[in-house]
């Protein structure tokens, strides 16, 4: 299963609302997740199974599903959220694979 | 709280073997299936391998299939990844993740702070 995630990079400023976009190639039911990750850091897991967010983690990330369409939104941006994240999917019995990732840069 | 640490990266040749470990602690580790997920420089996550609660099912990509193995010690709270027949290619942060608490299929949740495998002559 591939993932296309869209935009690779994407300018904005504090208070902008944002919105990622993985495609999945096939169906993958709702196992997707989206992580954030900033430089010289693991990965920090947002929002998986496409909508649920992840404990501890702030109500302006919400996830969404169209078919196989994702959307993570990034609402009213704060300083602490430029990094890039990526989205994964993990459809049961297959291959776990992530998109490419969106860099989400200061406008 | 959940701690993973990596180890046993370093510089190997082209062709040679290189065996991670990853070590936990803070959960019960024999009731978690694992990952190991790796990022080359100034790259993207790729996912490498997944190894169920008691090792009876694992995954690969295409990419390390035939070359690389996955493996546990659950009486150690132990993860390993085998590699043999090394290439440039495979240069990279190597992370070992567990997934988060809920039924299969659930995503990494807690990782490690990686350790980096450098292929190179």
């Known amino acids: 299963i591939q993932m296309t995630q869209s935009p690779s990079t994407l300018s904005a400023s504090v208070g902008d609302t944002v919105t990622i976009t993985c495609r999945a190639s096939q169906s993958i039911s709702n196992w997707l997740a989206w992580y954030q990750q900033k430089p010289g850091k693991a990965p920090n897991l947002l929002i998986y199974?496409?909508?649920t967010l992840e404990s501890g983690v702030p109500s302006r990330f919400s996830g969404s599903r169209s078919g196989t369409e994702f959307t993570l939104t990034i609402s009213s941006l704060q300083p602490d959220d430029f990094a890039t994240y990526y989205c994964?999917?993990?459809?049961?019995?297959?291959?776990?694979?992530f998109g490419q990732g969106t860099q989400v840069e200061i406008k | 709280q959940v701690q993973l640490v990596e180890s046993g990266g370093g510089v190997v040749q082209p062709g040679m073997s290189l065996r991670l470990s990853c070590a936990a602690s803070g959960f019960t580790f024999n009731t978690y299936g694992m990952h190991w997920v790796r990022q080359a420089p100034g790259k993207g996550l790729e996912w490498v391998s997944y190894?169920?609660?008691?090792?009876?099912?694992?995954y690969y990509p295409d990419s390390v299939q035939g070359r690389f193995t996955i493996f546990r010690d659950n009486s150690n709270n132990t993860l390993y990844l085998q590699m043999n027949s090394l290439r440039g290619e495979d240069t990279a942060i190597y992370y070992c993740?567990?997934?988060?608490?809920?039924?299969?299929?659930?995503?990494?949740?807690?990782w490690g702070q990686g350790t980096l495998v450098t292929v190179s002559s």
């Open positions: 993740a567990k997934v988060r608490p809920g039924p299969y299929p659930a995503p990494p949740k807690n």
């Open positions: 994964q999917q993990y459809d049961n019995f297959s291959p776990w694979t």
């Open positions: 199974d496409a909508s």
């Open positions: 190894i169920s609660y008691d090792g009876s099912k694992k």
